[in-house]
């Protein structure tokens, strides 16, 4: 996956290859962005991690992850499936 930096410093994902990962066409993915479904986070490495960068994309259930190395390469990513969060119960 190629995954590059804009101007801002902003992480760029492709979207063709992203919405594979998901099982997803692009335009599914695109709408599923579109409507709020998808949330993206990114965590920088510390420590002996310095420089990597975590990206977490979620949908649903599922959450793709990719560890970037201090040099913007992929060295490692994953899908799993996470529970969602049980909803507070009222007394």
């Known amino acids: 996956m190629y995954i590059e930096r804009d ?3 902003d992480f ?6 992203l919405a594979q990962r ?9 709408k599923s962005l579109r409507q709020g479904h ?3 986070s ?3 490495g510390e420590g002996e991690d ?9 949908l649903g259930n599922r959450r793709w992850r990719a560890i970037l190395s201090a040099q913007g390469q992929v060295a490692q990513e994953e899908m799993t499936f996470v529970r969602n969060s049980p909803k507070p119960r009222h007394s």
Request: hydrophobic share 30%.
């Open 7 to 9: 101007e801002n410093g």
């Open 12 to 17: 760029v994902l492709e979207t063709p290859e």
């Open 22 to 30: 998901f099982g997803l066409s692009s335009e599914e993915f695109r």
């Open 38 to 40: 998808i949330t993206s």
């Open 42 to 44: 990114v965590e920088r």
């Open 50 to 58: 310095a420089g990597t960068h975590r990206l977490s994309v979620r």
